[in-house]
């Protein structure tokens, strides 16, 4: 072939400086893209050989090296794929754009299956040049009487082509490397940004410096392969010890037996993993590979709470297996890695058009050869066959959720305490996914039992259905919507039955934000066999509200919200309404609050003296205001509806209601105040050393 010197086919003006410097985001991905295409020209070749259009050799050992040379500040990819001749360099190097893995494809697409080649960008070997001042090519190709072919270009638009020296079929492709990127012909570096993008390639891959001195190591003799190159034998002689018998009499005894070993150069150690996990059947995993495949591809040394193994062909073809760790921390702070392959080849981490975002909680890998991404391979174009892998991967993680909570309850509430910060995080992000699991959502109880949403539902309609079998007593005079809990008369006769009625039907399901703290809420409510919920996550009361919106028969009261009928004896309200009038001047008097919604019932347990209630409403409107950093306002600007219930049944209230102008009321009320709101929630710091102060002043009386 005579020499050629010509200019690159660029169809657009002044392509190639942007193809330099903007391809790409990261300009170490120069080391995917080539060892891809090395890959490509390895994956065509073995495909000819089973296509009978070529033979390879009994030895053939598909690979690809890549050796480094900070001295010459050059990195060299070397593939033993299909090479190229002159024309095919004129075709798929000189010509910017043209896809040869396209044309490949096309030209055989009759003849075999279709097998993905990573490739088919047509751009990948210019990323070289990012980091390169200069690209060499030396090139044989697998076709008879091929001549072997030399390219060189100094990265602008011109190219110097002629006849090459190589004499193995496959390529090698030599960078000069530029002063600003000498890091990447750095062993370490090569070998960190290799794991990074080509850990799980299907082609073997090597890595080492050029013109080190060779490396040695000692195996046993019987492990020495044809491919060793032995450079010692050494054998080791059996030793022997004089042992002194029971009865006096000496022998020899062999301590360590006879061996032989070869010493050998260092045997090369391919870097990545040609045959990952996902690529095997589920069938053919053990749970300890799962484990060990976890603990190598995110460093995690805890092990993952179980896996779903994606593996679908058909109406596209994705493979990858999702890992759900635990992750019972706060939600907003969980950061997981979903780690997204084309066809073994790294992407990206985390791309949310792919993976809904609840699934960034998790940890995996997705493998999609059908992936649309763009020239770079970076990012992905905008294709509604993109949502269609997102709303398959959805399916079958609600498919695994609800499969194991019908078929392996204890299992799964084994990991509930772990996983529902993201199933809940799930089902407020993804409507589908809701859908699907719904009924699998569990609630665990004040027994530490374990309930789905229509469990629940079945409860508390039977401790309904209990506490008005109670409260029967015959007496056909009360009204129904006598207020008890309040104090306050009931409702006009005319008011809207409709309306009322269409409230009965909402079940009300209680629940604990805080065991302790809710302590005394707790033991009424055991007291009157009545049961709640706990939900004590950050991410609880949005889940609610979302669940209250989507099943309008449901609602959620927190267990401090209202003192329910089965806690109170029944009393006439006209009986309790002139201790409530004078408890509640009394009592705003005392606290210095004229505002204090005060009311007064007869306690079954005469032991609580007095309680804190606050309407649901109020309560998720203090919990808005937290969350928007408005946690130091009044509740009640907005409405809010706290109230202190004073328990007729106690010696105390019945003291302070008896001796109202006694020197000591006035500190009474405000401890009793104080001791109901600790059962609700903390004390400010000032109210809490005040309640100390007074404690002790209290204490002191009764040592008088």
Not at 668 to 679: K, N
């Amino acid at each position: 072939m005579s020499n050629k010197h010509g200019n690159l086919s660029i169809n657009s003006d002044n392509i190639f400086p942007i193809i330099k410097k903007w391809l790409y985001s990261d300009h170490d991905i120069f080391y995917r893209e080539l060892i891809s295409n090395g890959c490509d020209a390895i994956t065509k070749l073995k495909k000819l050989d089973l296509m009978g259009e070529y033979e390879l050799p009994d030895d053939y050992e598909p690979k690809i090296q890549i050796l480094v040379n900070p001295e010459e500040k050059t990195l060299k990819f070397i593939d033993n794929g299909l090479g190229m001749t002159a024309d095919e360099v004129e075709e798929y190097i000189n010509q910017i754009a043209f896809s040869g893995a396209s044309d490949f494809l096309e030209k055989y697409k009759d003849k075999a299956s279709e097998e993905q080649i990573i490739g088919h960008f047509g751009l990948g070997f210019y990323s070289a040049f990012m980091v390169a001042d200069e690209v060499h090519i030396d090139s044989l190709s697998y076709q008879k009487d091929a001549a072997p072919v030399h390219w060189t270009c100094d990265g602008g638009t011109e190219f110097d082509m002629s006849d090459g020296s190589k004499t193995t079929v496959g390529t090698e492709i030599t960078l000069f490397l530029n002063e600003d990127c000498l890091e990447f012909a750095n062993e370490y570096r090569a070998k960190e940004v290799i794991e990074k993008y080509c850990s799980f390639m299907p082609t073997a891959i090597y890595l080492a410096k050029e013109n080190a001195p060779e490396e040695y190591e000692t195996i046993p003799a019987d492990e020495v392969t044809e491919k060793d190159t032995v450079i010692e034998n050494i054998v080791e002689e059996a030793k022997f010890e004089e042992k002194e018998n029971e009865d006096g009499t000496k022998e020899q005894v062999e301590v360590s037996p006879r061996t032989e070993k070869a010493k050998i150069i260092k045997r090369p150690v391919a870097l990545n993993d040609t045959h990952p996990l996902w690529t095997k059947h589920p069938n053919d995993c053990t749970d300890e590979e799962y484990k060990t495949f976890y603990r190598k591809v995110f460093q995690d040394y805890k092990e993952p709470l179980f896996w779903i193994h994606l593996n679908m062909d058909y109406p596209f073809n994705l493979k990858g297996i999702l890992y759900f760790p635990k992750i019972n921390t706060e939600y907003d702070s969980i950061e997981g890695t979903i780690k997204l392959y084309n066809n073994q080849v790294f992407i990206a981490d985390n791309i949310k058009e792919v993976i809904p975002e609840f699934l960034m909680l998790l940890k995996g890998v997705i493998d999609c050869p059908d992936l649309p991404l763009n020239v770079s391979r970076s990012a992905l174009q905008n294709d509604g066959f993109v949502q269609k892998i997102s709303d398959y991967i959805t399916k079958k993680v609600a498919d695994k959720l609800s499969g194991m909570c019908k078929t392996d309850k204890e299992s799964y509430e084994k990991y509930w305490d772990d996983i529902s910060p993201f199933i809940k995080f799930g089902c407020l992000k993804d409507e589908k996914f809701c859908d699907k699991i719904n009924d699998y959502i569990l609630f665990k109880n004040l027994d530490d039992k374990y309930l789905t949403l229509p469990e629940c539902l079945k409860v508390e309609e039977e401790s309904a259905d209990q506490e008005a079998n109670s409260d029967e007593t015959g007496d056909n005079n009360k009204t129904e919507n006598t207020d008890t809990a309040s104090g306050t008369d009931s409702a006009d006769a005319g008011q809207d039955d409709d309306t009322e009625n269409d409230k009965d039907t909402r079940k009300s399901i209680y629940y604990v934000t805080d065991r302790q703290q809710q302590g005394q809420y707790i033991n009424m409510f055991k007291e009157q066999g009545m049961d709640a919920v706990i939900l004590d996550h950050n991410i609880d009361t949005s889940f609610i509200t979302q669940l209250e919106r989507r099943n309008e028969k449901i609602k959620f009261v927190r267990i401090d919200a209202d003192l329910t009928d089965s806690m109170k004896e029944e009393v006439p309200v006209e009986d309790l309404k002139e201790a409530k009038d004078t408890l509640t001047e009394t009592f705003c008097k005392a606290l210095g609050n004229d505002k204090l919604n005060v009311t007064v019932e007869k306690l079954k347990n005469a032991d609580i003296s007095s309680v804190i209630t606050l309407s649901e409403e109020g309560r998720r409107m203090q919990d808005m205001m937290k969350m928007y950093g408005m946690a130091g306002m009044d509740p009640s600007m907005f409405g809010g509806d706290q109230t202190l219930i004073l328990n007729a049944n106690h010696a105390l209230v019945q003291y302070i209601l008896e001796n109202k102008d006694s020197e000591h009321v006035p500190v009474f009320c405000e401890q009793l105040y104080d001791l109901a709101v600790l059962s609700n929630h903390p004390l400010s710091p000032d109210a809490m050393s005040k309640f100390v102060t007074r404690s002790n002043q209290i204490m002191l009386l009764l040592a008088k």
